[in-house]
C-alpha cells in the first residue's frame, strides 16, 4: 500500500507555456502545443494548421544574434548536406518551387528584364511601364516610324510563329498558403559555412555592403552556447554583426547570404532555385513595415542584398519595390550626408558610404533596366567610400588605412562607381524613361546636340579605361589562366564597360534603321552618289555599337562556366542584349559590309553557345536563346531581296569580298573613308513587325548593372 504524505503532495507538472497558437485552435480556444507546421490538436482533428503571418515574427527585443538560448544547435552526428535545414518532412514539403512562391507577373518577364514567355501576346495585356532604356522601347520606337517600303506583297507561304514551349512555365502563380518558415532556423553547419563562403568570395569582394569581421563575429556566436558569444560580441555601429542589431534582421540578413550563397554553391547545383527560394522566404519580415519604421544601418544593408538575390528572379516588380524601400530607408537614416560624422567612427562613415552609393547604383542598375525613372535623380555629393578592406577597417581605430603596394578589393567597387557616372549621363543625354515618348519627339541622326553627347561621354569612358589602376586593366588577348588576384574584376568590369558603349551607341544604330528609306537605298544604287555627312558618322557609331556587343558576346562565351563569371543571371542578360544588337545588323547591308559577315555569324554562334551553357543553370536561358532564335526566323521569312542576298544575311555561309576597317581601325582622326559603296541600309518594313509581334514580352534590356556580380 503506498501511502502519500499530505503534508507534501506530489508536485503538479507545470503546463509549458505556448508563445504562439494556431489559428483554429485559437478560434475553438482550445490548447495548443504550438508545434509548427502542424500542431499536435490540428494532427489529431486533421484540421489544417495555419500560424498567422503576423506572429511568425519574434518580438523586438534588441537582442544580438548570439545572445538567444533558443537558437538551434546541431549535433555532429547530423552534420551532413543533406536535408536543407531543422523542419520536419512536412514543413520542408512546403518549401514551394519557384512555380508558386513568384508573385503574379502579368508581363512575363525577370527581375533584369528578360521575357520568359512567348513572343506573341497582345501589349496592351502589361500592367507595367518600361520606359526608354529599355530594349522594348527601342524596337517599338522602330516599329512606329518605319515608312511603306519596296518590298513586294507578303506570300501566302509564310510559316506559321513558332511557340515557345512553357510547360511548365506557370504565368499566374499562386501565392502559397503554408505558414513562411521560422527566420531563425538554420541549415547544417559545414553547408552554412560552404554558403557563407560563397558569398564572401564571390560577392563581398565585389559589393562589401556587409563588414566581414564584424558579420563573422556574431556568425559564429550561433553555434556556441549564449554565455559564450556574450563577450565577443560588441557595439560598433558597422550594421551587421553589432550586438544592437535586432535578431530577426541579423537573421534575415544571414538567410540572405545564403540565397546569395547558393547561385555559385556546387553543393546544392540540382536545387539552386529551390534551395535559394527556401532562404529568401526566410527574409520577409524584414520587409515589414515595422522594420522600416525603426530601420537601422542592418536593414538597408539587408535589403540591398535581398535586392541582389532578387535581380535573379522572376518578380520586377518586387526587385524594383525593394530597392525603393532600400533608398527611403538610407535617406531617413541620413546615409545621404555626412552630418553628424563627428561622432562616428571612422569604420562606421566608410560603411555608410558604402551602403548609400550601393543604394544609389543598384537603383540606378534597375531603374536602365526597366526603364523607369531612378529614385535618386541627382549625382550623390556624398564622398566615395575609401579603398580599404574589411580586414584594415577597425571599428575602434579614430583612422584606418590600407596598407602601401596592396590593392584592395574595395577598389572594384569604387571604379564602378565612377562607371556608373557614366551611366547616368547616359541615360540623361540619349534616353527618356520618365514617360512614354509622343511621336517626332526623337532627335534625327546626325543632330548636332546628340553627336556631341555622344563623342563626350565616349571621351568619359576611355578616360576612365586609361586611369585604372593597372590590376583592373583588361586587353583583348585570351584571358590568361594564372595567379592574377583580380583576373575575374577584370571581366566584369570590361562586361560592363561594353554594355555601357552598346548603351551609347544604340539610339544611333536605332534611328538609322529607321531612317533606312526608300530613298536613301535608290540614292545609294548611284555609283557616283557621296552619302552625307552625318550617314557617315551614324554608319560610325553602328559599327562602334555592333562590334562592342560583339566583343560583350565573346567574352560570356569565354567565362560563363568558368570561375571568371558573374552570377548566371547577368550573363544570360549580356548574352541576349548583346544578340539582339546582332540581328539588327543584320538587316543592314552596309553593317554587314563594315563589321563583315564572318563576325555577325561568329558572334551568333558563340551568343548561342553561351546560352546554352547558361541552360544548366536556369530554363530562362533556354527561353531567351529560343526567343532569339524565333526573331531571327522570323527575319529571314520577311528579309527583303537584294542583289547580295535572298535569305538573312545572318543564314549565309560565305563572308563578304569587301573587308572593311574593323573596331580598332576605326578608331582614328576620321581621315578613313567610313562608307563603301553599299552604303544602302535594307530597311526595315512593316510587315516584317506585323508578323513579329513585337510587344513588352520581346526585348527587355538585360542590364547587368549592378549587376552585378
Known sequence: ???????????????????????????????????????????????????????????????????????????????????????????????????????????????????????????????????????????????????????????????????????????????????????????????????????FSKIHTLYPFVHKDAFFSAYRSLWVPAESSRSTNTVHGLGIG??????????CALNAIFALGCQF????????????????RRCKPVLDLEFLEGGDLAVCQTLLLITHYLQCSRTPSRCWHVIGMACRLAQALGLHSDLGNERRSFAEIQLRRRVWHGCVMLDLAISTILGRPAMIAQKPVTPLPEAIDDCYLSAGAPTCKQPPRVLSRVTWFIETLKLYDTLRKILKSLYDNAGPTEAGNHMPAGNTRQIQNIIEIDADLENFKTKLPEALMWDHEVLRDGPDNFQREKCLLRARYSYLKILLYRPILAQTLRNSNATLCSESND??????????????????????????????????????????????????????????????????????????????????????????????????????????????????????????????????????????????????????????????????????????????DPFWFSLQF
Not at 25 to 38: A, F, N, Q
Request: hydrophobic share 30%; charged share 20%.
Open 242 to 251: 553589432d550586438i544592437t542589431v535586432n535578431h530577426t534582421t541579423f537573421h
Open 527 to 700: 555609283s557616283t552618289h557621296q552619302a552625307p555627312l552625318h550617314s557617315r558618322v551614324n554608319l560610325d557609331c553602328s559599327i562602334y555599337c555592333v562590334n562592342a556587343a560583339i566583343d560583350l558576346i565573346s567574352l560570356v562565351h569565354q567565362t560563363c562556366n568558368t570561375d571568371l563569371s558573374s552570377v548566371w543571371c547577368y550573363n544570360v542578360f549580356y548574352a541576349f542584349t548583346a544578340g539582339s544588337v546582332i540581328l539588327l545588323a543584320g538587316l543592314s547591308q552596309s553593317l554587314v559590309n563594315n563589321v563583315t559577315q564572318e563576325a555577325l555569324q561568329q558572334s551568333w554562334q558563340k551568343c548561342q553557345s553561351a546560352l546554352s551553357k547558361l541552360g544548366l543553370y536556369s530554363s530562362t536561358a533556354e527561353r531567351c536563346a529560343e526567343n532569339l532564335r524565333t526573331i531571327k526566323e522570323r527575319c529571314s521569312i520577311t528579309f527583303p531581296h537584294s542583289a547580295m542576298s535572298t535569305t538573312n544575311i545572318l543564314s549565309q555561309e560565305q563572308p563578304s569580298a569587301n573587308q572593311f576597317p574593323t573596331f580598332e581601325q576605326l578608331d582614328n582622326d576620321g581621315n578613313d573613308d567610313l562608307v563603301s559603296e553599299g552604303t544602302d541600309y535594307l530597311p526595315l518594313t512593316d510587315d516584317l513587325f506585323r508578323d513579329l509581334d513585337f510587344n513588352e514580352d520581346t526585348f527587355f
Open 1 to 199: 500500500m503506498v501511502i502519500t504524505n499530505p503534508i507534501n503532495p506530489p508536485r503538479r507538472l507545470k503546463r509549458k507555456r505556448v508563445g504562439v497558437a494556431c489559428n483554429t485552435c485559437r478560434s475553438l480556444k482550445i490548447r495548443c502545443d504550438g508545434v509548427r507546421p502542424h500542431c499536435g490538436t490540428c494532427q489529431r482533428r486533421r484540421d489544417r494548421c495555419i500560424f498567422k503571418d503576423d506572429d511568425l515574427r519574434l518580438p523586438r527585443d534588441g537582442g544580438s544574434p548570439g545572445t538567444r538560448e533558443d537558437v538551434i544547435v546541431i549535433p555532429p552526428s547530423q552534420l551532413d548536406y543533406g536535408p536543407l535545414c531543422h523542419e520536419s518532412a512536412s514543413s520542408a514539403s512546403s518549401v514551394t518551387t519557384r512555380g508558386t512562391t513568384h508573385d503574379r507577373d502579368d508581363a512575363g518577364v525577370t527581375a533584369m528584364g528578360l521575357t520568359v514567355g512567348p513572343l506573341d501576346r497582345d501589349q496592351n495585356t502589361s500592367r507595367e511601364f518600361f520606359g526608354d532604356s529599355s530594349t522594348v522601347a527601342f524596337i517599338q520606337q522602330l516599329q512606329q516610324s518605319i515608312p511603306p517600303t519596296i518590298t513586294g506583297p507578303r506570300s501566302g507561304h509564310e510559316a506559321p510563329c513558332r511557340s515557345i514551349d512553357l510547360h511548365n512555365y506557370d504565368r499566374h502563380p499562386k501565392l502559397s498558403t503554408e505558414p513562411s518558415p521560422s527566420v531563425e532556423l538554420l541549415p547544417p553547419r559545414p553547408l552554412a559555412d560552404h554558403l557563407v563562403d560563397c558569398y
Open 265 to 280: 554553391s556546387n553543393v546544392v547545383q540540382t536545387q539552386r532555385e529551390t534551395t535559394s527560394e527556401a532562404f529568401y
